[in-house]
């Protein structure tokens, strides 16, 4: 889904797999957020980043790479800077 511009189907799946009680891991949030950054969805992927913690998992090198580049594509580079300041 990510790499063929359907994030909207991405995040479709992701949030059938919460639904379904899936536990979700930061590989499935990753994914999530790196197919919200390709479709510039900037927003979305801050709120999947943000679900990571709330989940009490921890983000990798991936999941800020993700973020930081979908804050970078939605021209939010002071969002992208908090990224250096956690």
């Not at 790196?34 to 992927?45: D, F, N």
């Amino acid at each position: 889904c990510e790499k063929g511009g359907q994030w909207e189907h991405a995040l479709n799946l992701f949030e059938a797999a919460l639904d379904a009680t899936v536990q979700p891991n930061v590989i499935s949030f990753s994914a999530a957020i790196s197919a919200c950054e390709k479709a510039s969805r900037w927003e979305q992927a801050m709120a999947a980043f943000r679900a990571i913690a709330e989940l009490s998992l921890q983000p990798t090198l991936i999941s800020y790479n993700a973020a930081i580049s979908a804050c970078e594509k939605g021209g939010q580079w002071q969002q992208a800077l908090n990224f250096f300041v956690r």
